[in-house]
């Protein structure tokens, strides 16, 4: 029995990990529920899925857990804090860890597991975005296997699965809900309109990544800390249909490719069942049902500019990723709560990123430290246009 511990269980992914999880009983269980402050919703997953261990971030949250676990008459032991939530990845409560936090709050649960040579199904690449050597050093030596769960990543890890190097990788893109737009038509786009994604559902703060194209820009720097590529051997093309993942060629001239409906549950399957294939509830892909058509096109940086600073921070290197994500995290949330516009986001991220030379990132506390500094620049920074 695999006991999985899923971080984030009341998002997107979370729900799609146990969805999984539950089409297997015989051979997984989720042991360790975890989430950020709805304590009604993990009560929920907790009466559904019986886990030995349940944990509210917010510790706010806690009495009004336990005592809802009680009530429920489960067995279901309450935790709060992201202390709890560390130490438990890390005893032997589990086996596998899916990391599916948002944002950089998911790095230390993300950290843990690594060190403690769980396996990770890692959907959280805002960790890998901000402390990606670290995190690859610390599965390393931990022993934990990675195994990516963002489909573009996981399709490569697919693809490579016989350990011959890429020569090159291309990342797929949607393009988002505003594909084919120009800056200008960009400018008066609302909260509503860019989580509207036209492929996938996702939680909010991804689906804004994915309509500036900052999720492809997070992606191509967790593929390379995923894959130990260069930017120069990390190519982005739009892909409207979403059926091809990814795609990587090889020294001989060949490309593979995975394809598959736009469904998280077929990653989280591979990562659950790897080297195994197991059932992911996701129908076979039939491409004359689709429409018939795979269609690539470049990607407009004019009008999406944060794909060239995702690529231009992981240049620079040491603490320019890691401000990238924390200005970027601010000015989305800040954008979703209406206080400043859509294009205020690349812009907000680009000054930030100007206003703080990247600086060596050898420890986490340096990278730490990074992170809270850009948030107070880009919180300093959005007040301004907001007033
Ligand atoms: P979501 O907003 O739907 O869910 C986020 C989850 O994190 C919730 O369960 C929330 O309670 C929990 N959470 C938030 N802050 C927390 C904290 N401080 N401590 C503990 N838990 C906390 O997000 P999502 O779409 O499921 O995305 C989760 C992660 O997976 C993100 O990093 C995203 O980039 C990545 N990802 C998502 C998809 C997708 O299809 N949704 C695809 C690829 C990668
Ligand atoms: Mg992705």
Redesign the pocket.
């Known amino acids: 029995m695999q006991r999985v511990a899923v971080?984030?269980?009341?998002?997107?992914?979370?729900t799609s990990a146990l969805d999984v999880i539950a089409r297997h009983p015989d051979s997984l269980r989720a042991s360790v529920l975890?989430?950020?402050?709805?304590v009604d919703a993990l009560l929920a997953l907790c009466r559904l899925h019986h886990p030995e261990h349940a944990v509210i971030?917010d510790t706010a949250g806690y009495a009004a857990l336990r005592d809802g676990l009680r009530a429920a008459g489960l067995q279901t032991q309450a935790h709060a804090g992201?202390a709890a939530?560390d130490a438990l990845v890390a005893a032997d409560a589990c086996d596998t860890v899916v990391a599916?936090?948002?944002?950089a709050?998911?790095l230390p649960s993300t950290l843990a597991a690594a060190r403690a040579g769980k396996r990770l199904l890692l959907?959280?690449?805002?960790s890998l975005v901000l402390a990606g050597e670290l995190l690859i050093e610390a599965a390393r030596t931990g022993g934990a296997r990675i195994i990516p769960?963002?489909?573009e990543h996981n399709a490569i890890f697919q693809c490579l699965a016989d350990g011959n190097p890429a020569a090159r990788i291309t990342l797929t893109a949607s393009g988002g809900p505003f594909r084919g737009w120009t800056r200008a038509q960009l400018a008066n786009v609302t909260p509503a309109q860019a989580v509207a994604h036209p492929k996938?559902s996702?939680?909010?703060?991804?689906s804004v990544d994915s309509a500036s194209l900052m999720n492809k820009g997070l992606e191509v720097i967790e593929a390379h800390h995923l894959f130990g590529l260069p930017g120069a051997q990390i190519r982005v093309l739009v892909h409207p249909q979403s059926l091809v993942h990814s795609l990587v060629d090889f020294v001989d001239g060949s490309t593979l490719a995975q394809l598959g409906l736009p469904d998280?549950r077929t990653a989280l399957a591979v990562g659950l069942g790897w080297p195994q294939r197991i059932a992911s509830g996701v129908a076979a892909l039939d491409l004359l049902a689709q429409g018939g058509k795979l269609e690539f096109e470049a990607p407009d940086l004019a009008a999406f500019p944060c794909l060239t600073l995702a690529f231009a921070a992981m240049a620079a290197g040491g603490t320019a990723p890691a401000v990238l994500n924390a200005a970027n995290e601010e000015a989305v949330s800040a954008f979703l709560q209406g206080r400043i516009g859509f294009l205020d986001i690349p812009d907000a991220v680009a000054a930030v990123l100007d206003a703080m030379p990247p600086a060596p990132a050898d420890t986490l506390d340096t990278l730490l430290d990074a992170d809270a500094r850009a948030r107070a620049l880009t919180q300093a920074r959005i007040a301004q246009v907001a007033s």
Request: proline share 3%; net charge positive.
């Open positions: 971080l984030g269980a009341t998002g997107s992914i979370g975890a989430a950020g402050n709805k971030a992201s939530l599916a936090i948002v944002g709050a998911g959907a959280n690449k805002e769960i963002d489909s996938w996702m939680g909010p703060k991804i998280m």
